[in-house]
């Protein structure tokens, strides 16, 4: 029960964002065109730094040695389903600007916003299992991001109808606001840990404290020096409300019926076929207990990023439809997570 609540707690504000929004729209208040913009600020600005924060804060990533089979294990499985889901959209989905989104939907999860905070409560008490979380976040954020631009680009054809070549997908993901903050994250990463190193400091209670357990600063926080990070922070907490709030903005109900193909095929693969799949496949390969299977289970088995909307959006892809895979993958989540995480702790790997 405990689980289930924490599953619809962390759902339900994803979902009550979204209908602020559509009643911001319904009411008028804003212009039409207000929504696009919204989106381009998410994309632009909060998303990049709310990825850059969600890297910068990982503590002990030494670790990403310790338990490298299971981080090589969530890279290869989201490459897999990246393909797995290319072959399906390539059948069953016949328009351009939907495959590329019907595609991310398939690999991409909410890993960063509903998948880390739900790890806390399925391995409360283990530091192993949140420190496993935390690592695998460093791999998989930027590895979705990435093939997440090759989705959205490799169905989208030019103004002389062709497509784009490897050069032209490179360069788009070195220009991509969200690969530039991963990035940009992992080197301020790298840096902090060196000075974590350096100095023998140790994190007590998620607390930084040096040998004597006085509590310490580093980096963009140090010698208390730390405005830089507050700023970060603030507005990191205002990029999935306020993308949240685009999308429904951006919202229609009138949209169902005409996608309703593209809705069901998204979603029951996004929610019901990749997580029982791959966390099979994981719980025969050895990764079947409490260290592995939070993480596991929060990489898989959550709703499609909220950041797949402004993203499609920005690449001249179809942002409706993304925008409904959220909403009903969101939705739908919360039933198909309670069950998966009821069987698991079943079966005894929670």
């Given at each position: 029960?405990?689980?289930?609540?924490?599953?619809?707690?962390a759902?339900?504000?994803?979902?009550?964002?979204?209908?602020?929004?559509?009643?911001?729209?319904?009411?008028?208040i804003?212009?039409?065109?207000?929504?696009?913009?919204?989106?381009?600020?998410?994309?632009?600005?909060?998303?990049?730094?709310?990825?850059?924060?969600?890297?910068?804060?990982?503590?002990?990533?030494?670790?990403?040695?310790?338990?490298?089979?299971v981080?090589?294990?969530?890279?290869?499985?989201?490459?897999?389903?990246?393909?797995?889901g290319?072959?399906?959209?390539?059948?069953?989905?016949?328009?351009?600007?939907?495959?590329?989104?019907?595609?991310?939907?398939?690999?991409?999860?909410?890993?960063?916003?509903?998948?880390?905070?739900?790890?806390?409560?399925?391995?409360?008490?283990?530091?192993?299992?949140?420190?496993?979380?935390?690592?695998?976040?460093?791999?998989?954020?930027?590895?979705?991001?990435?093939?997440?631009?090759?989705?959205?680009?490799?169905?989208?054809?030019?103004?002389?109808?062709?497509?784009?070549?490897?050069?032209?997908?490179?360069?788009?993901?070195?220009?991509?606001?969200?690969?530039?903050?991963?990035?940009?994250?992992?080197?301020?990463?790298?840096?902090?840990?060196?000075?974590?190193?350096?100095?023998?400091?140790?994190?007590?209670?998620?607390?930084?404290?040096?040998?004597?357990?006085?509590?310490?600063?580093?980096?963009?926080?140090?010698?208390?020096?730390?405005f830089?990070?507050?700023?970060?922070?603030?507005?990191?907490?205002?990029?999935?409300?306020?993308?949240?709030?685009?999308?429904?903005?951006?919202?229609?109900?009138s949209?169902?019926?005409?996608?309703?193909?593209?809705?069901?095929?998204?979603?029951?693969?996004?929610?019901?076929?990749?997580?029982?799949?791959?966390?099979?496949?994981?719980?025969?390969?050895?990764?079947?207990?409490?260290?592995?299977?939070?993480?596991?289970?929060?990489?898989?088995?959550?709703?499609?990023?909220?950041?797949?909307?402004?993203m499609?959006?920005?690449?001249?892809?179809?942002?409706?439809?993304?925008?409904?895979?959220?909403?009903?993958?969101?939705?739908?989540?919360?039933?198909?997570?309670?069950?998966?995480?009821?069987?698991?702790?079943?079966?005894?790997?929670?």
């Open positions: 029960m405990e689980s289930f609540l924490f599953t619809i707690n759902v339900l504000p994803i979902i009550l964002c979204i209908v602020i929004g559509y009643g911001l729209k319904l009411l008028k804003f212009p039409d065109s207000f929504w696009g913009t919204l989106n381009k600020l998410s994309f632009r600005l909060l998303l990049p730094l709310l990825l850059f924060k969600n890297i910068y804060d990982i503590k002990n990533i030494s670790d990403v040695g310790t338990y490298w089979p981080l090589l294990f969530s890279a290869v499985a989201i490459i897999v389903l990246f393909f797995i290319l072959l399906i959209v390539k059948l069953f989905i016949p328009e351009d600007k939907q495959k590329g989104v019907v595609l991310q939907c398939i690999f991409r999860s909410n890993y960063a916003i509903i998948g880390i905070g739900l790890i806390e409560l399925l391995a409360a008490g283990n530091e192993t299992a949140k420190g496993i979380g935390a690592i695998i976040s460093a791999v998989s954020i930027p590895l979705f991001n990435v093939l997440a631009i090759i989705s959205l680009s490799i169905f989208i054809k030019d103004e002389g109808g062709n497509r784009p070549s490897p050069k032209e997908i490179i360069i788009k993901i070195c220009k991509n606001p969200l690969i530039i903050a991963v990035l940009t994250g992992l080197v301020f990463l790298a840096i902090k840990s060196l000075i974590i190193y350096a100095n023998g400091f140790t994190y007590a209670n998620d607390v930084l404290v040096d040998s004597n357990g006085n509590k310490q600063s580093v980096f963009l926080e140090y010698n208390g020096v730390s830089l990070y507050t700023t970060i922070k603030w507005l990191a907490a205002c990029a999935s409300p306020i993308a949240l709030i685009a999308l429904g903005g951006g919202f229609k109900f949209a169902i019926a005409r996608l309703k193909k593209q809705i069901i095929i998204g979603t029951s693969i996004r929610i019901v076929l990749v997580p029982v799949t791959v966390l099979i496949i994981a719980y025969f390969m050895g990764f079947n207990d409490i260290r592995y299977f939070p993480a596991l289970i929060c990489l898989f088995s959550t709703p499609v990023a909220v950041s797949s909307v402004p499609a959006s920005e690449m001249n892809n179809d942002s409706e439809l993304a925008g409904q895979l959220v909403v009903w993958t969101t939705i739908l989540s919360s039933i198909t997570l309670f069950l998966i995480i009821f069987t698991c702790a079943q079966i005894g790997i929670l």
